[in-house]
């Protein structure tokens, strides 16, 4: 039981608080934050004054695909990875509502870097399932800040794509730009390899060790490529809010074929100018802003490669418009001119369609394939496989311009030889590999023509680099 006196004490302290808080914030406007999935964000902020945001995140453990065919159970803010971005004014009043679901089966909670206080609100908001936790904040100090779990083991719900962003926009606001997006990097460890299909399990000593299986950008293998490319036209001014959320790896940032005309290094206040690459930490955060002038797609990346080619950070940006060829030329290739008589002199071709494509398939081929592939496709004995007689080659033809688009990698066997390499995509136009396969096909496999540029243009956009 209280005794008279404390209660009389607490309520005295309570009408305190009262009138504090009624002072501290007079009536301000109350906004409940509308989110929105990545790679999407809510609005630039137009208003000039302070306002009372509220947040309502919820936890959700959700399976779904870390790469086609491959499962993974995400723990998530808003069901999505990275969780749903934030966007508050420099001086706003957060008072973030977390719900942690009933089916889920863990504890969870938030904590936000752009909180001021011990913990950023991880005590406040740890829940069990079943339950919501709210807790209010000042949004001191503007920056693009993440946010992520921080509930024992927390490398654990990190790893399992607990991170998202929240922005806390200057008093000033921010210049205006023609496109936003929103891009994280995250390492996942899962007992399968890279691409192993069905359900994978979390690998702890993997995540120990540090040694991702993937690392990726917005949750999957794919989720920034394909049908789900960014877009913007040429000219446009864009501005990409980028966060690691680890919870180990940092990230190489560059976007290639881009320079970055501004980057807020670290996600802070100031902007270095001209940049090709950013280095983003764990936990941290950086937003660029460029202008993209030609057409066509540029590539985001880890530039720490393999994690781009062997663990999935790669993302692209479509860019649409007409082409600038003074700021950007076609170029051309040509062999270097024989040294040795043994050359044969080219038998001069008829100008028919047909022969001037093959014509043209023979220049690829001397231009890309011949340095691994051998002159007449014999190959090199274990480590390139024949293209010229190849019974792999000839069992599909078609399907091995999908080789020269994405590349190929792994065991593969070759006229009873086996191989196990790496082949790198090649960076040819549509009708260039149409024309190299079908320079393959009936040159050195005695076939007939097998792919069109258009069925390659087809098979580009369906494509899961
Ligand atoms: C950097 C070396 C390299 C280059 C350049 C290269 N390849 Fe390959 N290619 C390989 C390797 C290695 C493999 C086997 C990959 C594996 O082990 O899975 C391969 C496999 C293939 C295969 C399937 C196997 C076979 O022998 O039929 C085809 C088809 C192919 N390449 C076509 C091409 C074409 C066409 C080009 C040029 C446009 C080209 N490659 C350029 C290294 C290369
Ligand atoms: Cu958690």
Same mark, same amino acid.
């Given at each position: 039981?209280?005794?008279?006196?404390?209660?009389?004490?607490?309520?005295? &302290?309570?009408?305190?608080?009262?009138?504090?808080?009624?002072?501290?914030?007079?009536?301000?406007?109350?906004?409940?934050?509308?989110?929105?999935?990545?790679?999407?964000?809510?609005?630039?902020?137009?208003?000039?004054?302070?306002?009372?945001?509220?947040?309502?995140? +919820?936890?959700?453990?959700?399976?779904?695909?870390?790469?086609?065919?491959?499962?993974?159970?995400?723990?998530?803010?808003?069901?999505?990875?990275?969780?749903?971005?934030?966007?508050?004014?420099?001086?706003? %009043?957060?008072?973030?509502?977390?719900?942690?679901?009933?089916?889920?089966?863990?504890?969870?909670?938030?904590?936000?870097?752009?909180?001021?206080?011990?913990?950023?609100?991880?005590?406040?908001?740890?829940?069990?399932?079943?339950?919501?936790?709210?807790?209010?904040?000042?949004?001191?100090?503007?920056?693009?800040?993440?946010?992520?779990?921080?509930?024992?083991?927390?490398?654990?719900?990190?790893?399992?794509?607990?991170?998202?962003?929240?922005? &806390?926009?200057?008093?000033?606001?921010?210049?205006?730009?023609?496109?936003?997006?929103?891009?994280?990097?995250?390492?996942?460890? %899962?007992?399968? %390899?890279?691409?192993?299909?069905?359900?994978?399990?979390?690998?702890?000593?993997?995540?120990?060790?540090?040694?991702? +299986?993937?690392?990726? $950008?917005?949750?999957?293998?794919?989720?920034?490529?394909?049908?789900?490319?960014?877009?913007?036209? +040429?000219?446009?001014?864009?501005?990409?809010?980028?966060?690691?959320?680890?919870?180990?790896?940092?990230?190489? $940032?560059?976007?290639?074929?881009?320079?970055?005309?501004?980057?807020?290094?670290?996600?802070?206040?100031?902007?270095?100018?001209?940049?090709?690459?950013?280095?983003?930490?764990?936990?941290?955060?950086?937003?660029?802003?460029?202008?993209?002038?030609?057409?066509?797609?540029?590539?985001?990346?880890?530039?720490?490669?393999?994690?781009?080619?062997?663990?999935?950070?790669?993302?692209?940006?479509?860019?649409?418009?007409?082409?600038?060829?003074?700021?950007?030329?076609?170029?051309?290739?040509?062999?270097?001119?024989?040294?040795?008589?043994?050359?044969?002199?080219?038998?001069?071709?008829?100008?028919?369609?047909?022969?001037?494509?093959?014509?043209?398939?023979?220049?690829?081929?001397?231009?890309?394939?011949?340095?691994?592939?051998?002159?007449?496709?014999?190959?090199?004995?274990?480590?390139?496989?024949?293209?010229?007689?190849?019974?792999?080659?000839?069992?599909?033809?078609?399907?091995?311009?999908?080789?020269?688009?994405?590349?190929?990698?792994?065991?593969?066997?070759?006229?009873?030889?086996?191989?196990?390499?790496?082949?790198?995509?090649?960076?040819?136009?549509?009708?260039?590999?149409?024309?190299?396969?079908?320079?393959?096909?009936?040159?050195?496999?005695?076939?007939?023509?097998?792919? %069109?540029?258009?069925?390659?243009?087809?098979?580009?956009?369906?494509?899961?680099?």
């Amino acid at each position: 039981m209280k005794t008279p006196l404390k209660l009389a004490a607490a309520a005295v &302290v309570s009408a305190l608080l009262v009138v504090s808080q009624s002072f501290a914030e007079p009536a301000l406007p109350v906004i409940h934050q509308q989110l929105l999935a990545p790679p999407q964000l809510p609005p630039q902020i137009t208003r000039k004054t302070p306002a009372h945001v509220v947040v309502d995140l +919820t936890v959700e453990e959700v399976q779904r695909e870390i790469a086609p065919g491959t499962l993974y159970t995400f723990w998530t803010f808003g069901g999505t990875v990275p969780g749903k971005m934030i966007r508050v004014r420099e001086g706003d %009043t957060v008072e973030l509502h977390l719900q942690n679901l009933p089916d889920n089966r863990l504890p969870h909670n938030i904590d936000l870097h752009a909180v001021t206080g011990p913990g950023g609100g991880a005590a406040q908001t740890l829940i069990a399932p079943g339950n919501e936790a709210s807790f209010t904040f000042k949004a001191l100090n503007p920056g693009l800040y993440v946010y992520h779990c921080a509930t024992a083991p927390v490398g654990m719900h990190v790893a399992n794509g607990m991170y998202g962003m929240i922005l &806390v926009e200057p008093k000033e606001g921010m210049s205006k730009v023609d496109k936003e997006y929103y891009v994280m990097q995250g390492d996942f460890y %899962t007992s399968g %390899t890279y691409r192993a299909p069905g359900p994978q399990a979390f690998d702890q000593q993997k995540a120990i060790d540090e040694k991702p +299986t993937y690392v990726i $950008f917005n949750g999957a293998d794919g989720a920034l490529t394909g049908a789900n490319a960014l877009t913007a036209n +040429t000219n446009e001014k864009v501005r990409m809010f980028f966060g690691v959320g680890g919870p180990n790896i940092t990230s190489s $940032f560059h976007i290639i074929g881009a320079i970055f005309d501004k980057v807020y290094t670290e996600g802070g206040k100031h902007y270095q100018e001209q940049v090709q690459t950013t280095m983003v930490p764990a936990g941290g955060s950086t937003i660029v802003e460029f202008t993209p002038r030609v057409p066509g797609n540029l590539t985001l990346v880890d530039h720490s490669l393999t994690r781009a080619f062997n663990k999935g950070a790669i993302g692209l940006l479509t860019v649409s418009g007409p082409e600038q060829l003074d700021i950007y030329g076609k170029g051309m290739k040509k062999p270097l001119a024989a040294k040795t008589a043994a050359a044969p002199t080219p038998k001069p071709a008829a100008p028919t369609p047909d022969k001037s494509q093959f014509a043209r398939g023979k220049a690829v081929y001397d231009g890309s394939c011949i340095t691994c592939h051998q002159p007449k496709g014999e190959g090199v004995a274990g480590v390139f496989p024949p293209l010229a007689n190849s019974d792999f080659f000839k069992e599909r033809p078609y399907e091995m311009a999908h080789i020269v688009l994405n590349g190929r990698n792994g065991e593969i066997v070759v006229n009873g030889a086996h191989y196990n390499g790496v082949m790198p995509p090649q960076d040819l136009s549509d009708d260039d590999i149409a024309a190299v396969i079908n320079y393959v096909s009936v040159d050195l496999n005695q076939g007939k023509p097998v792919v %069109t540029p258009a069925q390659v243009r087809d098979m580009r956009k369906s494509r899961q680099p």
